[in-house]
């Protein structure tokens, strides 16, 4: 089955720690893309990346780090220096600038205490 | 800037009534609009989307949605509510200008009362 992968479904980490979410897809899209949803605040980007071995900052990028080093894989690092990093994470890929409609994984769910 | 405007972030509706999910939207230029579905801890799935073919937009498990120029709207609607249509609703619009970006509204959690 084609799809995106989000794993773990649930994470759990300790304050000052950097943490690594993943995020695979076999759907051959050429642009990924992370998002945080926090209750009542709908979904808010922090990178895409249109292509592999490049990626933009989105609207919240502090705090956050990416690789697009395969085309399949988007992993997101949610570093320390993220001041409220407990929330949902969604990650999501189109096929190409010619497609406007993304496709989710089922997302990670971080707590940090 | 593009951007949308989800009025109500619950609604509460009997099963068997008509939803009536309401999105505006701010855009210089023709948009691309979508309706996306979100079930409990789970990620969104697209429920209809206009790219300016026809304005009224038939998408899955019934609902469908009237892009409307004159009113910037966009507005979900089902005819009879099921219960199992009890989710968060996000619209969203497609960000134009080469940054291949969406921007998602606030969104509103159906509630079905049985």
């Known amino acids: 089955d084609g799809g995106i992968t989000q794993s773990p479904k649930y994470l759990f980490r300790k304050e000052g720690q950097n943490v690594t979410l993943s995020c695979e897809q076999n759907?051959?899209?050429?642009?990924m893309y992370w998002y945080r949803q926090d209750p009542g605040q709908g979904l808010r980007l922090i990178y895409y990346?249109?292509?592999?071995?490049?990626?933009q900052k989105g609207d919240i990028a502090e705090g956050y780090s990416v690789s697009r080093e395969k085309k399949e894989s988007f992993p997101l690092t949610v570093t320390s220096a993220q001041k409220n990093p407990t929330a949902f994470y969604l990650c999501?890929?189109?096929?190409?600038?010619?497609?406007?409609?993304?496709?989710f994984g089922p997302g990670t769910r971080l707590t940090v205490t | 800037a593009q951007s949308v405007t989800q009025l109500g972030s619950h609604v509460s509706v009997s099963e068997g009534a008509l939803v009536l999910l309401r999105c505006n939207y701010s855009?210089?230029?023709?948009?691309?609009l979508f309706w996306y579905v979100q079930y409990p801890n789970q990620g969104l799935q697209l429920l209809l989307k206009?790219?300016?073919?026809?304005?009224l937009v038939k998408g899955i498990n019934g609902f469908e949605a009237e892009f409307k120029k004159s009113e910037t709207s966009f507005h979900l609607t089902k005819p009879s509510a099921h219960m199992s249509d009890a989710a968060e609703y996000f619209c969203?619009?497609?960000?134009?200008?080469?940054?291949?970006?969406?921007?998602f509204g606030t969104g509103t959690k159906l509630q079905v009362i049985p």
């Open positions: 999501a890929s189109k096929p190409g600038q010619a497609s406007y409609e993304q496709y």
């Open positions: 759907l051959n899209h050429d642009a």
């Open positions: 990346s249109q292509i592999v071995n490049d990626f």
């Open positions: 855009s210089s230029v023709p948009p691309y």
């Open positions: 206009y790219t300016s073919a026809a304005t």
């Open positions: 969203a619009v497609f960000r134009s200008g080469g940054y291949q970006k969406v921007t």
